[in-house]
């Protein structure tokens, strides 16, 4: 199958060669990339394909090479751009994209200069080493944000595409994925070959003329959106924006929320569905105009050129527009198409152009897709499907074309449709296994990147994609029909309103189906985000069982152990204790997780506004975290509670039973918003105070809540023996006291020492020195001793907390800091850093690591830092 595509193996070694160097992989998982290039060298060899061996080891070195020096230029680049993130620059670069959003223009710019120094060099050898680093600094592509107000009226006009500008600003920080399941926007970046971003102030100069055809596109497209803007109402307009025009600003979170959700995100972005219609129907109309083949492919090539430039080409579109540019090619040599060949040779075009694009999920989906889709018409039965094909298709072209000739032989429809539905009938087992197939090996890819996989996705885009065509039309109708003197003409206007009105109908239609089928029971299946070796493993027994020819009736027995061994490949609750201390940037977040059991304490932040969208909830969802047990929240500060709070508002599938509050919100009215909340979701709300207690199994099933003195600690008692306690979970309240109501938020804070065997750990919310004394002393009165392994630092290390009496008397080993980058407050402070060192506490600080992971299986613990 595949030994007769040559191209499918040079592909193959380029991107081979590209994953072996990439250093975000690991190690272990890139040896099994080097692995699989030697195996299939080595298969070549012995099938004797010498030509295509050394071939395929030529197109690896050149492709190796390439990646390696864009690479380290784009490292060096990013090496720059620390070095002067904090400064004020002057940026030169050559415009190539103007995209306008609500309050600022998006310029992409290539060939850029920066420079720091508007002073004379030093000419000492320190200051000459450290001029180097900060000026005449050489950029590939950067990002430039321009206020809409340095444009205006008296200001310097707006760079256009082809000109060269010079702006004063600065870069700005890109912050990585510090969770699991976080976007990282770095990683996009890097994956269009985009260094920075800059933060631009005023414009010093615009230069040069800007480009002719560039120009009249730039100008095309705005007085589209202006006149789309106009015509629709705003949900309306954000979707045609982005189907027409490749502008995606428009369409709000919720939105994009919704459309991702249903599984048909993909309509957004300007990909091969949306060329090729555009495609196949201007190709078809010059040809009805007795235009050549050669002059229609060469005019329609032209015209999709233009719209890729149009959109902003982005990766998937490159693809299509490649993939068709060959086509055509292949209808003037008089040759068949063969997809899987196109498909390589468009992959590698693009990783020659960019090999950095290895980085871009567009790109990783747009080609696996098709991959998978094309693979699948290899599968055994080939001929069969196709022979079934082709007699369906032949009945329906004549019969057809009789009928637009004939009209009378409508007469005849019963007969034909005699002939069309058995025919149609022998062909839906076939469609059927075809796209339970492509969706079975889409599983992983939706488990990377949305966790979750949408049950009705196949239906949905069965009965929504052939309205697309619908869009288009009535949208080109609306927008064209716009131009005209209607306001003359009774019928034009008549005719655009019925455009408009049928296109808002459609799109509500639209709306409608995605709403109805995420309301459907299951329509969400929850995966995780699954590990690199169980996507391996995956994609290799899929591709055994499914496309090798075997007896039926062990196929059947096969696939069927196949499919219910499915949850195997997914992430599944952990058999041990994991706390996992969240970078929520300011504020506190910590998840435990035992078996059944998950448990979380605050999640809640003041530096990320939308830390419950882009953080909290894709952390659970990556974990496979569908329901919360209990959440315990240490004091009704904005950053302990905005996660949870979201929850309660507006995440309807992660379901919690159990909310905890201190006893003081019993009457304090900051926590009714929570108490109301957790009332209309149905969660039960306790208030813990000094006594209060909660005992898990192994297994993380609530054993007992438990309201009593407690004899001295098991973990510390000599009378002990190894197995008295067993694994069992505690988590313990020593503060509050009672519920006693206290201005000061922070004052009644809950402190609980979480114990699991011989390990301890303490979280102390945002206590004060004073709560922190009254915990220490609750601990003398019931005989619990206060040492712990872990403690987290109180107040994220502010100088009100954490005094040198409570360190001592915890003799923690790690201190954990859980504070926000260059924090207002100045979190951790000086002093607090200090008394860690002086009583050899360890420092783990979220802001520096990200994501904390602690793993104890109650006799031994390990820290680490996943994302770091």
């Known amino acids: 199958m595949f030994l007769s595509r040559p191209l499918f193996f040079l592909a193959l070694f380029a991107l081979l060669g590209e994953l072996i160097l990439t250093p975000e992989i690991p190690f272990s998982y890139r040896f099994l990339f080097l692995f699989s290039l030697l195996f299939l060298s080595l298969f070549l060899f012995r099938k004797k394909k010498n030509r295509l061996f050394f071939c395929s080891l030529l197109c690896l070195t050149l492709f190796i090479l390439n990646f390696y020096s864009v690479n380290h230029r784009y490292r060096a680049e990013r090496e720059s751009i620390g070095y002067i993130l904090p400064l004020q620059a002057v940026l030169r670069g050559k415009v190539m994209y103007v995209e306008e959003q609500e309050k600022k223009w998006k310029l992409l710019l290539s060939a850029c200069i920066v420079d720091t120094a508007l002073e004379k060099k030093n000419s000492s050898i320190k200051n000459e080493e450290k001029y180097q680093k900060r000026n005449d600094l050489h950029?590939?592509?950067?990002?430039?944000?321009?206020?809409?107000?340095?444009?205006?009226?008296?200001?310097?006009?707006?760079?256009?595409?082809?000109?060269?500008?010079?702006v004063k600003g600065h870069f700005l920080e890109l912050s990585p994925a510090t969770n699991e399941g976080e976007f990282s926007l770095p990683s996009y970046y890097k994956g269009e070959g985009i260094s920075g971003v800059f933060q631009a102030k005023t414009i010093e100069l615009v230069r040069g003329e800007s480009s002719p055809f560039a120009k009249e596109l730039f100008t095309l497209k705005q007085s589209l959106g202006n006149r789309i803007d106009a015509l629709f109402p705003e949900e309306t307009a954000g979707f045609l924006k982005s189907l027409f025009l490749g502008e995606r600003s428009g369409i709000t979170l919720s939105e994009k929320s919704l459309y991702q959700s249903a599984g048909i995100s993909h309509i957004l972005a300007i990909s091969g569905l949306h060329l090729s219609l555009l495609g196949g129907f201007f190709y078809r109309l010059l040809r009805k105009t007795k235009l050549s083949s050669l002059l229609s492919s060469l005019i329609t090539s032209f015209f999709l050129f233009s719209y890729f430039l149009f959109t902003g080409s982005s990766h998937s579109a490159f693809r299509a527009l490649f993939m068709l540019f060959l086509r055509f090619a292949a209808i003037q040599l008089g040759?068949?198409?063969?997809?899987?060949?196109?498909?390589?040779?468009?992959?590698?075009?693009?990783?020659?152009?960019?090999?950095?694009?290895?980085?871009?999920?567009?790109?990783?989906?747009s080609f696996f897709t098709l991959f998978v889709f094309f693979l699948l018409e290899e599968r055994p039965g080939?001929?069969?499907?196709?022979?079934?094909?082709?007699?369906?298709?032949k009945i329906c072209k004549k019969h057809a074309l009789g009928f637009s000739k004939h009209?009378?032989?409508?007469?005849?429809?019963?007969?034909?449709?005699?002939?069309l539905i058995p025919c149609l009938l022998s062909t839906l087992p076939h469609r059927l296994q075809g796209s339970f197939l492509f969706y079975l090996a889409l599983l992983p890819l939706f488990s990377l990147t949305q966790f979750?996989?949408?049950l009705y996705a196949?239906?949905?885009?069965?009965?929504?994609?052939?309205?697309?065509?619908?869009?288009?039309?009535?949208?080109?109708?609306?927008?064209?029909?716009?131009y005209l003197p209607e306001?003359?003409?009774?019928?034009?206007?008549?005719?655009?309103?019925?455009?408009?009105?049928?296109?808002?109908?459609?799109f509500q239609i639209f709306h409608l189906f995605m709403e109805k089928s995420l309301a459907l029971p299951f329509s969400q299946i929850l995966l995780g985000k699954m590990q690199a070796l169980s996507v391996m493993l995956y994609f290799l027994f899929l591709y055994l069982l499914f496309f090798f020819p075997k007896a039926k009736s062990l196929s059947l027995l096969l696939s069927l152990g196949f499919l219910l061994s499915l949850p195997l490949y997914l992430p599944n609750p952990p058999k041990e204790l994991e706390i996992a201390a969240l970078d929520v940037g300011q504020g506190d977040g910590f998840v435990l997780r035992k078996g059944a059991l998950v448990f979380t304490i605050d999640n809640g932040s003041t530096s990320k506004n939308l830390f419950p969208e882009q953080i909290f909830f894709p952390y659970c969802k990556a974990k496979r975290i569908q329901h919360i047990d209990y959440a315990l929240l240490t004091h009704c500060d904005r950053d302990h509670i905005s996660g949870i709070q979201a929850l309660l508002e507006k995440h309807p599938s992660i379901s919690l039973s159990h909310l905890i509050l201190p006893a003081s919100a019993l009457q304090d009215h900051r926590y009714d918003l929570l108490k109301r909340l957790a009332y209309n979701h149905g969660?039960?709300?306790?208030?813990?105070?000094?006594?209060?207690?909660?005992?898990?199994?192994?297994?993380?099933?609530?054993?007992?809540?438990?309201?009593?003195a407690w004899a001295e600690n098991p973990s510390t008692s000599k009378k002990r023996g190894p197995d008295t306690k067993g694994h069992q979970l505690h988590i313990r309240c020593f503060y509050p006291n009672d519920a006693s109501y206290m201005e000061e938020a922070n004052a009644h804070s809950i402190g609980c020492l979480l114990e699991y065997g011989h390990f301890r750990m303490l979280f102390t919310g945002d206590m004060p020195k004073e709560s922190e004394e009254a915990l220490l002393e609750n601990c003398r009165e019931t005989e619990a001793s206060p040492i712990v392994d872990v403690l987290k630092l109180a107040h994220h290390g502010s100088k009100t907390s954490s005094c040198p009496s409570f360190l001592s008397e915890t003799r923690a080993k790690f201190a954990l800091f859980s504070y926000g980058k260059k924090n207002r407050y100045g979190h951790p402070h000086k002093s607090t850093v200090e008394n860690c060192k002086k009583y050899r506490l360890f420092p783990l600080e979220t802001a520096k690591l990200g994501e904390i992971l602690i793993k104890t299986n109650g006799e031994q613990f390990e820290i680490t830092a996943p994302q770091a």
């Open 139 to 166: 950029f590939q592509k950067l990002i430039l944000y321009l206020p809409k107000e340095s444009t205006g009226e008296g200001s310097m006009p707006l760079p256009l595409p082809g000109q060269i500008c010079s």
């Open 335 to 365: 040759k068949g198409k063969d997809l899987l060949s196109q498909l390589s040779f468009a992959l590698l075009f693009l990783l020659w152009l960019n090999p950095l694009s290895l980085y871009s999920i567009g790109m990783q989906c």
């Open 382 to 393: 080939k001929a069969v499907r196709k022979k079934k094909e082709k007699a369906l298709s």
């Open 407 to 419: 009209p009378s032989l409508l007469l005849k429809l019963p007969a034909y449709l005699s002939k």
């Open 452 to 454: 979750s996989f949408p």
């Open 458 to 482: 196949p239906l949905l885009n069965l009965l929504l994609l052939p309205l697309l065509p619908f869009f288009f039309l009535l949208g080109a109708v609306s927008i064209f029909l716009s």
């Open 487 to 506: 306001q003359d003409f009774l019928l034009l206007r008549l005719l655009s309103f019925s455009s408009r009105f049928l296109l808002n109908l459609l």
């Open 683 to 708: 969660a039960d709300v306790s208030y813990w105070q000094k006594g209060d207690e909660l005992v898990f199994s192994e297994q993380g099933i609530c054993l007992s809540t438990k309201k009593t």
